[in-house]
């Protein structure tokens, strides 16, 4: 039985659930919380509610927009290269592209990767989706920027395999990100060493 009131104890088991955060950080925040001033805790809780309410996915690539606009800035921008797209797992690691200021093509946000372990098929992708946009045409080179584990490898290759019928360039990443490591923690210059040297994916690897 836990000595905390119960708003307390629901809380601190609510930052439990967010990724990286364990039980003495989460009793941290929550006693920070409390001792903060009441229009913190006020306008996190708005922040929050805002949070779901006020975001959607892009029709196109499927980042994070506004949810009262069905495209995001990026495919609404007449001055990206529509030509090209970056294939990557996350919005987060759109993020982290855009603040190199060295990629000025579209996105398609895969939404993870595939994880047979985790039941994760191409299906539960949005894998589709870009097969579709490329096959309608318009395309000259598609990027794959998942991230460089054994998970992420294994997506590039599915994708190479199902955009091989078309005539877009399909490359990956230069590894000049560490195996193992994620887009959305590497430095600017590295991500872009790694953009500049992106490299034709070959069947098989």
């Not at 609404?76 to 759109?94: G, K, M, Q, S, Y």
Request: hydrophobic fraction near 40%; charged fraction near 25%; include cysteine.
């Amino acid at each position: 039985m836990s000595i905390l009131p119960q708003p307390v104890q629901a809380l601190i088991e609510a930052f439990e659930r967010l990724p990286g955060i364990g039980p003495k950080t989460a009793s941290r925040l929550v006693f920070f919380l409390l001792r903060s001033p009441g229009d913190l805790t006020e306008r996190l809780a708005e922040a929050l509610n805002g949070l779901k309410n006020g975001t959607g996915q892009c029709s196109i690539c499927f980042n994070i927009t506004a949810a009262d606009e069905e495209v995001c800035e990026v495919c609404r921008d007449p001055r990206r290269e529509a030509a090209l797209i970056c294939v990557v797992e996350e919005p987060l690691d759109v993020l982290a592209l855009e603040r190199t200021g060295g990629y000025q093509g579209k996105y398609h946000v895969l939404g993870g990767v595939l994880s047979p372990i985790e039941g994760i098929g191409p299906d539960d992708l949005k894998i589709r989706p870009l097969i579709e946009r490329v096959r309608q045409g318009g395309i000259n080179e598609v990027i794959i920027a998942t991230n460089p584990s054994m998970e992420g490898d294994a997506t590039a290759l599915y994708l190479k395999q199902q955009l091989a019928p078309f005539s877009a360039r399909v490359t990956r990443l230069a590894r000049g990100l560490p195996m193992g490591s994620d887009l959305e923690y590497a430095d600017q210059s590295t991500i872009l060493r790694a953009l500049a040297g992106r490299q034709d994916m070959q069947s098989g690897s």
